[in-house]
């Protein structure tokens, strides 16, 4: 029964699509990492609502928030555990190579100009469980500096969909989309 409580604040019900929305970590906690990320993201919505333009600071609202839905923090604290990683990211990891850190870089799946763009397309009706969902729908990944010039190659710095701009990565052990992510 505990389990169930944890579970129900932890996964919150998102009244616009009556689905549970599973991100690792809810906006809807108690904790002070989930207030800020409330905060943040209701900033944001107030900006789409306004119509502010994609800036320098909604570009780092994003990714904090990007990183605080899949791993409870604001930042990756250790990028060598990060469970959502290429293949090719896996290997360099493990490679011993002492800048084995230069030879990877942390990807939005869904580029974060794009995910702002939804929140000025939905600007009429964005909520803040609505917002939270777009951020989370496609955590962060990590893959090496060659597989991102590659997907540049391809046109796909911030182009195409998730599945496309990805197709020529290996990936296992996860999806693109968050585990919990389910269509409204």
């Given at each position: 029964m505990a389990g169930d409580v944890s579970r129900a604040r932890r996964y919150p019900l998102n009244s616009i699509h009556g689905t549970v929305r599973a991100m690792r970590h809810?906006?809807?906690?108690?904790?002070?990492?989930?207030?800020?990320?409330?905060?943040?993201?209701?900033?944001?919505?107030?900006?789409?609502?306004?119509?502010?333009?994609?800036?320098?600071?909604?570009?780092?609202?994003?990714?904090?928030?990007?990183?605080?839905?899949?791993?409870?923090?604001?930042?990756?604290?250790?990028?060598?555990?990060?469970?959502?990683?290429?293949?090719?990211?896996?290997?360099?990891?493990?490679?011993?190579?002492?800048?084995?850190?230069?030879?990877?870089?942390?990807?939005?799946?869904?580029?974060?100009?794009?995910?702002?763009?939804?929140?000025?397309?939905?600007?009429?009706?964005?909520?803040?469980?609505?917002a939270a969902f777009i951020i989370g729908e496609y955590p962060p990944v990590l893959i090496t500096m060659e597989e991102e010039l590659r997907m540049a190659k391809l046109g796909f710095s911030a182009e195409g969909t998730p599945e496309q701009r990805y197709a020529e990565i290996p990936f296992s052990g996860f999806s693109l989309r968050s585990d919990g992510a389910m269509p409204g």
């Amino acid at each position: 029964m505990a389990g169930d409580v944890s579970r129900a604040r932890r996964y919150p019900l998102n009244s616009i699509h009556g689905t549970v929305r599973a991100m690792r970590h809810s906006i809807h906690h108690t904790s002070l990492d989930a207030k800020k990320a409330r905060i943040l993201i209701n900033a944001l919505v107030d900006c789409a609502k306004a119509g502010i333009k994609p800036s320098f600071s909604t570009t780092q609202m994003l990714r904090g928030l990007s990183f605080y839905l899949e791993c409870g923090s604001f930042h990756n604290k250790s990028w060598r555990t990060y469970h959502r990683a290429s293949e090719a990211a896996k290997l360099v990891i493990a490679s011993g190579d002492k800048n084995w850190k230069s030879r990877v870089t942390f990807e939005h799946v869904r580029p974060l100009s794009k995910m702002y763009q939804m929140f000025l397309d939905e600007r009429a009706t964005l909520t803040l469980e609505r917002a939270a969902f777009i951020i989370g729908e496609y955590p962060p990944v990590l893959i090496t500096m060659e597989e991102e010039l590659r997907m540049a190659k391809l046109g796909f710095s911030a182009e195409g969909t998730p599945e496309q701009r990805y197709a020529e990565i290996p990936f296992s052990g996860f999806s693109l989309r968050s585990d919990g992510a389910m269509p409204g």
